[in-house]
């Protein structure tokens, strides 16, 4: 079964950087996304950017484009989320999530839905101050 988990997430001053880790197990190729979420006491799970993993094209979300960056490495089986520029309202527990199969590829380069995500880590805690 797919496995997901997430590390990377710690303390941070405003303006720093951090770079999210998920490493996956147990892919099916029948899915095609793999998304990065966050919960804050906001929201409860803000879908921030995703990639296509056959192909590696990506989405990212307006909210924090320019800032955040989705990449993968499928010889390591892990996808990455860099924050850049963190800012104060950034702190959350940031969640991958891989989607039910589906979804099309070309519905992984728009917005994301946490309900179309079936697989879940367990999450990593982000605090900037």
């Known amino acids: 079964h797919v496995q997901l988990v997430e590390s990377g997430g710690e303390p941070v001053q405003a303006g720093g950087s951090l770079r999210l880790s998920c490493a996956v197990a147990?892919?099916?190729?029948?899915?095609?996304?793999l998304g990065w979420f966050r919960r804050t006491d906001e929201q409860e799970r803000e879908g921030l950017a995703a990639?296509?993993?056959?192909?590696?094209?990506?989405y990212t979300a307006d909210s924090v484009k320019g800032r955040f960056t989705i990449s993968q490495d499928t010889a390591e089986n892990t996808v990455y989320l860099q924050l850049d520029s963190l800012k104060v309202e950034d702190s959350g527990k940031y969640y991958c999530?891989?989607?039910?199969?589906?979804?099309?590829?070309?519905?992984?380069?728009?917005?994301?839905?946490?309900?179309?995500?079936?697989?879940w880590g367990q999450g990593t805690q982000v605090t900037v101050s």
């Open positions: 999530a891989i989607e039910r199969g589906l979804l099309s590829a070309d519905s992984c380069t728009s917005a994301i839905e946490a309900a179309d995500f079936g697989y």
């Open positions: 147990g892919y099916t190729s029948r899915s095609n996304c």
């Open positions: 990639i296509v993993i056959r192909d590696g094209r990506t």
